[in-house]
């Protein structure tokens, strides 16, 4: 999945694998994805994998996006089990399409006035 906004800023969201692909009967553990991150925002890009998603989350995710790519109601923010990624939508400016918050592996290297809110 791949989303990016007039500015430049752009996030590319991809399953790498399975955090661990020898257990199969764990509600959890057999969820467990290996995301690929890139990301890059005013100007500054990285790159990482990291098991941030169980599989119901990325659906999750999928539909949140949707919905609100086709102007429909989301939630106010969607959370996931493990922190590294958030979502809040920011209905103040119709230009973005990008999602305006998140937390991307440690990748914290923005200050609180350059975050996108």
């Known amino acids: 999945m ?3 906004g007039p500015t430049g800023d752009d996030l590319s969201l991809g399953i790498g694998g399975w955090r661990f ?10 969820n467990w994805l290996l995301i690929d991150v ?5 100007g500054r890009s990285w790159t990482t994998r ?11 995710l999928i539909a949140w996006l949707d919905s609100l790519a086709t ?6 923010e969607l959370d996931f089990m493990e922190p590294n990624l958030s979502d809040t939508p920011d209905h103040s400016n119709q230009d973005r399409i990008f999602p305006p918050e ?15 809110h």
């Open 2 to 4: 791949r989303v990016s």
């Open 21 to 30: 692909p020898s257990i199969e009967y764990d509600q959890y553990d057999s």
């Open 38 to 42: 890139s990301a890059t925002v005013r």
């Open 50 to 60: 990291d098991p941030c998603l169980l599989t119901w989350e990325v659906a999750d």
């Open 71 to 76: 102007g429909g109601q989301v939630e106010q």
């Open 102 to 116: 998140y937390h991307l592996a440690g990748h914290n290297w923005l200050t609180a006035s350059q975050r996108i």
